[in-house]
């Protein structure tokens, strides 16, 4: 990116913003001037946020979301449903079947998907945790809501493979989820729609 002619705290603040997901430096400078235009309506209160989040947000130890508890709200909340998990590849994807509303089991998430290109293997994802909890008495059914990617399905055939001796109903996303279409993308009535379609893999 190339240096303009401010304060260097003002040049690592775009800097910074200009690693999230999204935001290039055009929208980094903007976002950045946002803040300090508006230093006590927004700079202050996301500094604040971004500290608080920094000391209480953990690792789920049972699903590996993300929150300020640990089991998190989703897998300590009474109403869940502990015989249904539903795998994702990462947080945001746990987030896009919330925001559908069209599950009330638990989640397990990944932290990726098998990749012989990137070097992934399968010790680097939450793989043994999964079959794991596959084994507990009270879990009937894994439900795969693998992005439809070669990656994803290649990892959903892998964590079938290992599953068939946990006695469980292993089954995947069906009607909705197109083939090279990632989770956090679709809207709530697709993903509502998949998880009501699902069939066995």
């Known amino acids: 990116m190339p240096s303009l002619n401010v304060s260097p705290e003002?040049?690592?603040?775009?800097?910074?913003?200009?690693?999230l997901p999204g935001l290039g430096p055009r929208s980094a400078r903007r976002a950045a001037l946002a803040m300090?235009?508006?230093?006590?309506k927004v700079m202050v209160p996301l500094t604040q946020a971004m500290s608080?989040?920094?000391?209480?947000?953990?690792?789920?130890?049972?699903?590996?979301?993300?929150?300020?508890?640990?089991?998190?709200?989703?897998c300590?909340?009474?109403?869940?449903?502990?015989?249904s998990i539903c795998v994702v590849q990462d947080v945001a994807d746990l987030w896009a079947m919330e925001r559908a509303g069209a599950f009330r089991g638990t989640y397990h998430i990944l932290g990726?998907?098998?990749?012989?290109?990137?070097?992934?293997?399968?010790?680097?994802?939450?793989?043994?945790?999964?079959i794991e909890r596959a084994g507990r008495e009270e879990v009937k059914e894994i439900i795969l809501a693998m992005n439809a990617t070669v990656d994803?399905?290649?990892?959903?055939?892998?964590?079938?493979?290992?599953?068939?001796d946990a006695g469980v109903s292993v089954s995947r996303l069906a009607h909705g989820v197109p083939v090279g279409g990632e989770l956090d993308y679709l809207d709530d009535g697709t993903i509502t729609a998949a998880m009501k379609s699902r069939r066995p893999f």
């Open 10 to 19: 003002i040049e690592r603040l775009i800097s910074l913003l200009s690693k």
């Open 36 to 40: 300090l235009k508006n230093p006590n």
């Open 52 to 74: 608080e989040a920094a000391e209480k947000i953990s690792t789920c130890s049972t699903c590996g979301n993300v929150d300020a508890q640990n089991p998190c709200h989703i």
């Open 76 to 83: 300590s909340a009474p109403g869940r449903d502990p015989g």
């Open 112 to 130: 990726g998907t098998l990749s012989a290109l990137d070097g992934i293997r399968p010790e680097d994802l939450n793989i043994a945790s999964l």
């Open 152 to 164: 994803g399905q290649t990892t959903a055939h892998y964590i079938t493979d290992h599953l068939q």
